[in-house]
């Protein structure tokens, strides 16, 4: 049995992820293997530590990648530091909270739960009133929620864990390197970032970065491996049941990433390059030019949508700025327009979930995908595709009012 | 903050993983992403598929990577299948079989072993009749142990699990494209395989397969995510307690791998790309022909290694084809050794853990790092640098053995 050489087609890709990567990423990845204990090798790993930090805006020590997608990401902090019949508390605004309550459960948490309607977000102060009700061990919440298009102001809410020493943990997957995410001064213990939505790195690795706080809960669990513990780490062994994963461990992972460099997983070495460009590339153009550059092609698409007569599912303060979500108009073959976008242009954008499935397309400007052309095409294929499916909408003036926000910013810049 | 480009030097890696990538895998990963559910990106999950089944020798349906690096293959297949207190045999014969007790006992399994000693491996009724002992629902061995350099046979271990309907997993990490891994006609349940050893893709994905009578077991304990499961999923739900991991729960992953798609992590799209180009150069190479190139290489070295006077760890009937073990001269400064073929030759080669640290070095011969330049390299590094240190061996014949080998089969082949 032979097969052939697989050849991608190229797509612009405005989903919320995952995005484009960004190419000088892809070339990184095509960079020869080295030896996980080369030192050469372990150099970038001390080097993606020091960069993810910036990227988090904090200066906890520990801040590395899982090797896994976000979703491993998000279930190494809540394994490593769920024991059975911990309270656990996550306020939920749409399916990725739900989630974390998935991952939590399978732990032995007892969860808690606050739910608002799906395209709002809560008010800090009812979801500190819950957690002062229930008294759980850790808040675990959602900072963007791509299935939403919402974002959950975060500061108040950690700053009350802080004060009631509750530990805090947040999925900020969606918004890392597209928006702020201020762990330190947002009392924030364990955050973890996803690479293939703002970083523009394929997916497949899951930054993560935690405390002292949490530290201290996975230390307690400690366990070294049979066959490369010594007889030291018997005793240091933690006074707590070890974590029940043995691949997503910090205990273990600290160990991997200290100067010890104790055997656990050999490092995804491409994956890794792809990682250490992608956020050399993120400090590089800056973090608050970043972000700026995510709110003007957002501001963009919105406008374009907009003109065609379409209305922006969530429009409010809370609106994650990274995705945009379309309500479909009625009547129209929904999938139909998706598919003739992706068929007839190249062009990919998102459906959504639950209770919001048909009801809205969710359009993402997320890293290198957040870019000019990408949103003039994006704005191209949808009003063809509607016009195609008879929508009754605005003709000829999506790429008008984009041009228009486009060249007067332009001006606005060369004038400032 | 900025920080520089990475630019990795070229080594010539011959440790027992990870190993140099082919150049056209790590091509393939420079492609641009697709979306998890593009047409173009499904129908090449599903090539992945069809082409691992042929690596793995079966006509398992279920032949799929899971994303994160070889252990969490064997992390997803054992706690899918343990529940706590199900009793999990484990013939220990190195590292990796103390690796696989340590994921079963975090899962709640009753553990049972059997040791041997480090450089030898059982013989399979030795094994057989403690496992009559026992009766464990799950026996769970390493094929190939890359620690001490040796390859259990594991057919007759296979068809007596199967007579007593115990399942019989296998850790193929380190053999599967390197060496005969006959999955179905060694009645192996479910198989793991490493990618960054013998097929030559970088570390971050593993690569499983498994039958009917594992996915019975999975299937019992299937539970759909909130915000997706529909009324027909909470009707089909399992009737046993649902797999603690989230992540590697095989259930989720069997409905993400099959038409219905159903949204758990997003595919790394990247790792996906570069493990269907090493599988599709493993079969254009054709399986026989790998094997036998591989005998070929780890014969020029030994034969190499030996001239220079120095001992093979293990040279029986079961030494793993694809890695050497080297016994360190006694007094010679091993790590100073290592270190210069490293700095001075970008070579490199593996310590040992656990019994053998100091005792052995590990040459791998795999993948695409397993060829003629790279023998005659790591035999050019290793005798320079020995000598530099001082060692008493046999100078200049090391290279002559080698090049004798090599020419003499070419031109047997000539003449063939």
Known sequence: MTIDQYLPPKRTIMTPGPVEADPRVLRAMSSPILGQFDPAFTSMMNEVMESLRKVFRTNNHWAFPIDGTSRSGLEAVLCSIIQPGDKVFIPIFGRFGQLLTEIAERYGAEIHTLE?????????????????????????????????????????????????????????????????????????????GGTQKCLSVPSGMAPITYNERIEEVVNARKKVERGIATSDDNKTKGNQPPITSNYFDLSQLQDYWSPRRLNHHTEATSMLYALHEGIRIVLEEGLEYRFYRHQQHEQALKTGVESMGLAIYVNHQWKLPVVTCVEIPEGINADGVRQMMLNQFGVEIASSFGPLHGKIWRIGTMGYSCRKENVLFVLTALEASLSYYGADIKKGRAMQAALTFYTSEETAKERG
Do not use: Y
């Not at 709002?120 to 009133?129: A, L």
């Not at 009700?133 to 700053?159: D, F, R, Y």
């Open 116 to 192: 608002c309607e799906w395209g709002q977000v809560f008010d800090p102060q009812d979801v500190i009133n819950e957690i002062e009700n229930v008294k759980p061990k850790i808040v675990a919440a959602v900072h963007g929620e791509t299935s939403t298009g919402c974002m959950q102001p975060l500061k108040e809410i950690g700053k009350a864990c802080r004060n009631m020493n509750i530990l805090f943990v947040v999925d900020a997957v969606a918004t890392i390197g597209g928006t702020e995410v201020n762990v330190d001064e947002w009392f924030i213990d364990a955050a973890i």
